[in-house]
């Protein structure tokens, strides 16, 4: 993206009262306007938060550029728990890097994410445990969602929901054990963790759940100045800057008119997710998961979180 224009799409983020922006890539670190962009979203009150592979902040004096320059806090993409695996996955020796990378972050703001997939789900506990003796000090999970691309769902790395869902548990097993703050973001639908599991989590405050989508909470500006409702739909955008819209006014009206998209994806994906008692925070997970599985068959009902303290309410 031109600097230019993102300076325009900063100032729209600020009309439209915009409170984080995330820095997504590819490679964020790599952009070359980065600095001038995290100078000018903190000119504009937006906090700024970027997700990274993390490997040119090996190098502190990187860190504290960035920092320096406006970045409010950065968050790593850990790929995998062993050097041989990221090794497999990335084609280069860099887990030293990434390891030396959050260290590095311990004086500064930000932590760790990890993408539960296929490729990590028999390592988990080794990656934590790894990032963690590294320096992390704050860890995020979520899981993986399949991408549209040319009207069709690819997805490369996404488990079944119960195999996700098991590898969640183990997951936080172990982060209940070592001396970090966590938090997780579920996408698969809550009745097939034990209730008791859920209630814990929104009771140390530490579960995400639910969509931008189904929230209605955030958009996704691609690098044309296009803008999308996730970014695991960037192909089908539903306007893009100085065609659609060039005002925060024009953008929110635009955003607004999309209703029958919003009909579509706030559809409960089994009959079962009407009456329970969590479908406000579940949301019957990511709706595009229900492309690659069929909801009936992993969708139990909300009967286990019947008569929970009012915590789930």
Same mark, same amino acid.
């Given at each position: 993206?031109?600097?230019?224009?993102a300076?325009?799409?900063?100032? *729209?983020?600020?009309?439209? @009262?915009?409170? =984080?922006?995330?820095?997504?890539g590819?490679? !964020?670190? %790599?952009?070359?306007?980065? =600095?001038?962009v995290? &100078?000018?979203?903190? =000119?504009?009150?937006?906090? +700024?938060?970027?997700?990274?592979?993390?490997?040119v902040?090996?190098?502190? /004096?990187?860190?504290?550029?960035?920092?320096?320059?406006?970045? $409010?806090?950065?968050?790593?993409?850990?790929?995998?728990?062993?050097?041989?695996?990221?090794?497999r996955?990335?084609? &280069?020796?860099?887990f030293?890097?990434?390891c030396?990378?959050?260290g590095?972050?311990?004086?500064?703001?930000?932590? #760790?994410t990890?993408?539960?997939?296929?490729? *990590?789900?028999?390592?988990? #506990?080794?990656?934590? /445990?790894?990032?963690?003796?590294a320096?992390?000090?704050?860890?995020?999970?979520?899981?993986? +969602? !399949?991408?549209?691309?040319?009207?069709?769902?690819?997805?490369?790395?996404?488990?079944?929901?119960?195999?996700?869902?098991?590898?969640?548990?183990?997951?936080?097993?172990?982060?209940?054990?070592?001396?970090?703050?966590?938090? #997780?973001? *579920?996408?698969?639908?809550?009745?097939?963790?034990?209730?008791s599991?859920?209630?814990?989590?929104?009771e140390?405050k530490c %579960?995400t +759940?639910?969509?931008?989508?189904?929230?209605?909470?955030?958009?996704?500006? @691609?690098?044309?100045?296009? #803008?999308?409702?996730?970014?695991?739909?960037?192909?089908?955008?539903?306007?893009?800057?100085?065609?659609n819209?060039?005002?925060?006014?024009e953008?929110?009206?635009?955003?607004?008119?999309?209703?029958?998209?919003?009909?579509?994806?706030? /559809?409960?994906p089994?009959?079962?997710?009407?009456?329970? !008692?969590?479908?406000?925070?579940?949301?019957?997970?990511?709706p %595009?998961?229900w492309?690659?599985?069929?909801?009936?068959?992993?969708?139990?009902?909300? $009967?286990e979180?019947?008569? %929970?303290?009012?915590a789930?309410?």
């Open positions: 993206m031109k600097l230019e224009q300076f325009q799409i900063i100032d *729209i983020m600020q009309g439209l @009262g915009t409170q =984080t922006c995330k820095l997504l590819g490679e !964020p670190s %790599l952009y070359p306007h980065l =600095t001038d995290l &100078a000018h979203l903190r =000119t504009s009150g937006i906090c +700024s938060v970027m997700i990274t592979n993390g490997l902040y090996a190098d502190k /004096r990187i860190i504290q550029e960035h920092f320096a320059a406006g970045l $409010d806090s950065l968050v790593i993409s850990l790929k995998a728990g062993t050097p041989e695996s990221y090794k996955l990335t084609g &280069a020796p860099v030293g890097k990434v030396a990378a959050v590095n972050l311990a004086d500064f703001k930000g932590g #760790v990890i993408t539960i997939t296929e490729e *990590i789900k028999d390592e988990i #506990v080794p990656a934590i /445990r790894s990032i963690v003796y320096g992390a000090r704050f860890i995020n999970l979520h899981f993986c +969602s !399949p991408t549209l691309v040319s009207g069709l769902p690819e997805n490369h790395s996404m488990l079944e929901p119960n195999i996700a869902a098991e590898t969640l548990l183990r997951a936080v097993e172990c982060l209940d054990a070592l001396p970090v703050t966590y938090n #997780v973001q *579920i996408s698969i639908p809550f009745c097939l963790f034990p209730s599991f859920i209630q814990t989590l929104i140390k %579960l +759940s639910g969509c931008i989508v189904n929230k209605k909470s955030g958009l996704i500006f @691609g690098p044309q100045g296009e #803008v999308g409702f996730c970014n695991h739909m960037m192909d089908y955008p539903f306007g893009k800057y100085g065609v819209f060039s005002s925060a006014e953008l929110q009206t635009l955003y607004l008119s999309q209703d029958h998209f919003f009909q579509i994806t706030n /559809r409960a089994s009959h079962k997710c009407l009456e329970c !008692p969590v479908r406000h925070l579940c949301c019957g997970g990511c %595009l998961q492309t690659q599985f069929d909801p009936q068959a992993y969708v139990k009902g909300g $009967d979180f019947k008569g %929970l303290s009012s789930l309410k």
